[in-house]
Nanobody, 124 residues
Framework: VQLQASGGGSVQAGGSLRLSCAASGRIFVSPAMGWFRQPPGKAREFVAAVSRSGDNTIYTDSVKGRFTISKDSAKNTVYLQMNNVEPEDTAVYYC??????????????????WGRGTLVTVSS
């Protein structure tokens, strides 16, 4: 299974950015997918996740109301719409996938598949 993330880049605070991640290879049907991020010099942290059906979404508190995760099951692709970004959102963002939504989704070791990451830089 390969996860290819795209959409990272530089943006000013208050702006928007959309990340995409497509799963390919020996992929199971409609996996749960999500995003983690690792800010410079800090530990990796959970950002958001979406269930297999796309009906259930979970967010870390710091992005609630600003980020939206969605999923195109037909394309095995997950999106992260990032609005009103803040300098604190600067990080390498990693796409994850799993046959089922891990419980808890914020436990990184519970996710089976990881992408390489895409860098998001927010300037003030």
């Amino acid at each position: 299974v390969q996860l290819q993330a795209s959409g990272g880049g530089s943006v000013q605070a208050g702006g928007s950015l959309r990340l995409s991640c497509a799963a390919s290879g020996r992929i199971f049907v409609s996996p749960a997918m999500g995003w983690f991020r690792q800010p410079p010099g800090k530990a990796r942290e959970f950002v958001a996740a979406v269930s297999r059906s796309g009906d259930n979404t979970i967010y870390t508190d710091s992005v609630k109301g600003r980020f939206t995760i969605s999923k195109d099951s037909a394309k095995n692709t997950v999106y992260l719409q990032m609005n009103n970004v803040e300098p604190e959102d600067t990080a390498v963002y990693y796409c994850v996938a799993d046959p089922n939504l891990p419980k808890p989704p914020g436990w990184s070791k519970a996710w089976d598949y990881w992408g390489r990451g895409t860098l998001v830089t927010v300037s003030s």
